[in-house]
């Protein structure tokens, strides 16, 4: 990639496949922004950019490479593939490209301590995957054809989507009077069947009938 093929992809802003940072201040935040694009759709992460797109370029820009690459390392698993293109726009600033291509396995998380934390993407910020979303990341790839009992707590679902259009998991349980594990139980069992899609909201997930 060259000098002037970032600036282009900088203009575009950053959006669901596209993050930008200025610096390496706080590797174990920035690695949150990778698990969330492999997760998502993959995509780029340009070092040496500020948040208005800016291509100013960082010093010592093999340096922060080499910082982040230990962070990747350090707190990703499992490990995601990656990688990276190094470009000079001076004698003393460069700017650097982590190409993260999206997931094909199995979903990554950020060894916090002894809590596993999973991110995703959420149009132009990474936000922490829900209970429902972090289900689906983990058995979408290892899954056999779920079969499902029609019964009483998927009709009364079925009828709040007919009449609202989307539902959310509290709606959910409210309105069909239910504990908390097995509604969330029921809508992860039903996006994995592909009769529900999952909408992930920094706030709330909703979800919706699939088309």
Aim: proline share 3%; aromatic share 8%.
């Amino acid at each position: 990639m060259t000098l002037q093929e970032v600036k282009r992809l900088a203009a575009q802003g950053e959006g669901l496949r596209l993050e930008f940072k200025k610096k390496v201040a706080f590797p174990e935040k920035i690695v949150r922004e990778l698990i969330a694009l492999a997760n998502t759709e993959g995509g780029k992460l340009l070092l040496g950019v500020d948040d208005d797109g800016t291509v100013s370029g960082q010093r010592f820009i093999e340096e922060e490479v080499f910082v982040l690459k230990r962070a990747i390392q350090d707190y990703i698993l499992p490990s995601i593939d990656y990688e990276v293109d190094m470009i000079k726009i001076n004698e003393k600033k460069g700017v650097a490209i982590f190409d993260i291509p999206k997931s094909n396995g199995t979903a990554h998380y950020l060894m916090d301590g002894n809590r596993k934390k999973a991110y995703i993407r959420v149009e132009d910020r990474s936000v922490q995957a829900s209970r429902e979303v972090w289900e689906i990341l983990k058995r979408r790839h290892h899954q056999r054809d779920i079969i499902f009992t029609y019964g009483p707590k998927e009709e009364k679902l079925m009828r709040i989507l007919g009449e609202n259009g989307k539902v959310t998991l509290r709606e959910y349980i409210r309105e069909a009077k239910l504990p908390k594990f097995l509604a969330s139980k029921t809508l992860v069992r039903l996006v994995l069947a592909n009769v529900l899609e999952i909408h992930p909201e920094e706030s709330e997930d909703y979800f919706t009938l699939k088309e």
